[in-house]
């Protein structure tokens, strides 16, 4: 099964992949609330596949859990959690969030 949704989490600060970074996915349904979707941590390379093969259309949330990654590295950090919300538009479509970290910064993209 290849998931819908990936990431890729680097360490920019050391140009490194962040590995086992805790990451989880949920769905913000149109009636309010959310629903867990995934969770898992990032792997050697700092990559994860979340989720099912398809996401139905709607609104998700996917949360890093970097004040405890940055933690373990025993690196004070700024930012407990990175939540970055995006729309699935397309269901047959792969969706990639990638994201590019140091302790008191943070950038994403949709990639590909």
């Known amino acids: ?13 050391s140009g490194t992949p962040a590995v086992n970074v805790a990451v989880s996915l949920a769905r913000h349904p ?10 898992g941590l990032t ?10 093969e398809r996401l139905e259309p709607g609104m998700y949330a996917i949360t890093f859990g970097t004040g ?3 933690a ?5 950090a700024f930012y407990p959690l990175v939540t970055v919300t995006f729309t ?3 269901s ?3 969706y990639h969030v990638p ?3 140091s302790p008191f910064a943070y950038s994403t993209y949709r990639g590909s």
């Open 68 to 70: 405890a990654w940055f």
């Open 1 to 13: 099964m290849t998931p819908h949704l990936t990431t890729h989490v680097l360490d920019s600060t």
């Open 92 to 94: 047959d479509r792969h």
């Open 99 to 101: 994201l590019l970290l």
């Open 43 to 52: 792997d050697a390379d700092g990559r994860l596949g979340l989720g099912p």
């Open 30 to 39: 149109a009636g309010g609330g959310t629903e867990a979707v995934a969770e």
């Open 88 to 90: 699935v538009e397309d």
């Open 72 to 76: 373990d590295q025993g690196i004070p």
